[in-house]
């Protein structure tokens, strides 16, 4: 397996956990852009929502009602942001579905 984070999911490659399920696994983020930043990834492999079809629903929706969960556990009561970076242009550098949870500071709008 050469996915970066299908080996972290496995605990081949070590991760600070934030969270754990049946269905999806998040972690922090090594690189950290915001005082809270944790990285939600499916258990399945998917290289990125570009690949997911309707039977992902399910997932889909778990891993954004499990990152509203963690922002309510890290008290991010002043406001937060999920991304989900897809493709070349959308700045994805890693090929496994993931959503970003970022919070714990004021966020810019537009994005870079
Ligand atoms: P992307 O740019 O693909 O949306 O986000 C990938 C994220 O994974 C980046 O924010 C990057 O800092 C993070 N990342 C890359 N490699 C590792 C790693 O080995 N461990 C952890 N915890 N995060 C990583
Ligand atoms: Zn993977």
């Excluded at 915001?34 to 778990?62: F, N, Q, Y």
């Excluded at 970076?85 to 890693?94: A, S």
Aim: proline share 6%.
């Amino acid at each position: 397996m050469s996915c970066l984070f299908c080996k972290i999911i496995e605990g081949s490659i070590p991760s600070t956990k934030v969270h754990e399920d049946e269905l999806c696994y998040a972690f922090a983020d090594i690189n950290p852009v915001a005082p809270t930043h944790v990285i939600l990834v499916p258990r399945e492999h998917l290289a990125s929502l570009d690949d997911t079809d309707p039977d992902h629903g399910e997932m889909l929706g778990h891993l954004l009602l499990t990152a509203a969960e963690i922002a309510r556990k890290q008290n991010l009561t002043n406001g937060y942001r999920i991304v989900i970076n897809t493709g070349e242009d959308g700045g994805q550098t890693v090929e496994h579905l993931h959503l970003h949870l970022l919070g714990g500071r004021e966020l810019a709008w537009p994005p870079g």
